[in-house]
């Protein structure tokens, strides 16, 4: 039996309080075995937590994580836009060693700023599930369907893929990776494809994650073609009958977040993504308070730039306030709680909380940073003033992925100069 004691250091229990507790992890079961007071816990190995704060794992609830290799290709440009002229035209030539070594980088980026489980929405998954397998964190993938544009029998194989990668793939890396059926979205998948499929994903109990209500632009041709809000449209396909989130949920009214809250279907908010694409304000606190569970996303890196959960609560409170027109509104430890717990409930892991019995998935803060002091509120630093890159420690399934900030599950700079060449070489691919 091998044990790791994480000690030294202050933490975050679920309650949001901060105490001094050292932390015991069993790496066999993978689970937390003890929380306990300074000094009365031993373990086979430690992990030094000394002027440290201990967390949750972050949980990065809607991302495109090979999206790295186009990170700042493209920027400034409305959502449709960039998608048509820019983005898709460089996805088209994405070969799978391409999503394997982009899908490594953004692994390596989030073990560095603390985050141990995404939710995934992209092609070639099997590449991108050995890299989570490699990378040790936890993950829910998924194969994204589209049928727009396509002919009946490309858009029909594309849904049955989407169905066959959630079947086949569910319980890899030993339990770490989970699946979910993956509609890309209300006005990019037909009404006839949705009808018939969505259906078969319920039969086989599969979730189903999916883009909705992210622009307006998304919101009018539904309305106009169904005469209903996306959400009802939705939910008359059976899309909300499931274990279902929807990434975004920008622009809901109030009848759609009723209908959510009603449902059971959870939110990854996008903050930066909304902001950068100019999507508009999600109506956060609402969706909290009606009950609706929201987790936090970064989305790809190329609508961000980046993968850091830290950045991305920050925002999550700040566009929070300003669509609720309320400095109250989605408080620190609100987004904290979005970011782990909630998280971790919209994938359907037992993690993102200190807690004995929960997954052991953590990360150690290095407090000792001027930008960190005074230490008025601990809860208030993770949401307003910590970085991705005060983290020292990351931990999953109780095995340590990175140490004193030496990422220990790959060899970062080989993944760094791997990822660089594909990006260049995928460009001058699209460009000829
Ligand atoms: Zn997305």
Redesign the pocket.
């Known amino acids: 039996m091998s044990e790791l004691l994480v000690t030294g250091g202050q933490v975050l229990r679920p309650d949001m309080t901060i105490e001094r507790a050292d932390v015991l992890v069993s790496q066999d079961s993978g689970d937390i075995v003890a929380v306990d007071e300074p000094g009365t816990l031993g373990g086979d190995d430690e992990l030094d937590a000394s002027d440290g704060l201990v967390i949750p794992g972050l949980v990065n609830a ?1 991302t ?1 994580v090979a999206m790295t290799l186009l990170r700042g290709l493209a920027d400034d440009k409305p959502l449709d836009a960039w998608l048509q002229e820019d983005i898709w035209p460089v996805e088209a030539e994405l070969a799978a060693e391409d999503i394997r070594a982009g899908a490594e980088l953004g692994l390596v980026e989030m073990i560095r700023s603390g985050t141990t489980a995404l939710s995934d ?1 992209y092609f070639e998954v099997e590449e991108i599930a050995d890299a989570v397998d490699q990378a040790g964190m936890r993950a829910v993938l998924g194969f994204t369907a589209v049928t727009v544009g396509k002919d009946d029998e490309a858009a029909r194989s594309d849904l049955r893929e989407s169905l066959d990668v959630a079947r086949k793939l569910d319980g890899a890396a030993d339990g770490r990776v989970r699946t979910t059926f993956q509609p890309h979205s209300l006005t990019t998948v037909g009404e006839e494809y949705l009808s018939e499929f969505v259906p078969k994903a319920l039969d086989d109990d599969l979730s189903i994650h999916l ?1 909705a209500n992210e622009t307006r632009d998304e919101v009018t041709p539904i309305v106009d073609e169904h005469g209903q809000r996306p959400l009802a449209y939705a939910d008359d396909i059976g899309l909300l009958d499931g274990d279902t989130y929807v ?1 975004h949920g920008v622009h809901v009214d109030d009848s759609e977040i009723d209908l959510l809250a009603e449902t059971g279907t959870g939110v990854a908010h996008c903050p930066a993504s909304n902001m950068k694409l100019a999507s508009g304000m999600a109506p956060v606190q609402d969706l909290l308070d009606a009950g609706v569970t929201v987790g936090i996303g970064t ?2 890196a190329a609508s961000n730039n980046d993968l850091d959960m830290f950045d991305e609560m920050r925002d999550a409170a700040m566009i929070g306030k300003l669509a609720a027109d309320d400095a109250s509104a989605v408080d620190a430890s609100t987004v904290v709680e979005m970011a782990t717990a909630n998280g971790a409930a919209l994938l359907g892991f037992d993690s993102g909380r200190i807690e004995t019995g929960a997954n052991a998935d953590l990360a150690v803060i290095d407090l000792d940073a001027p930008h960190l002091t005074p230490a008025h509120d601990l809860v208030s630093h993770l949401a307003y003033a910590v970085h991705g890159s005060d983290v020292r420690h990351t931990v999953c399934d109780g095995e340590v992925l990175m140490r004193d900030r030496t990422v220990e599950v790959f060899d970062e700079q080989a993944v760094r100069e791997r990822a660089s060449d594909h990006a260049a070489a995928l460009v001058e691919r699209a460009g000829d």
């Open positions: 809607h495109h929405m883009h990434a989305d790809g």
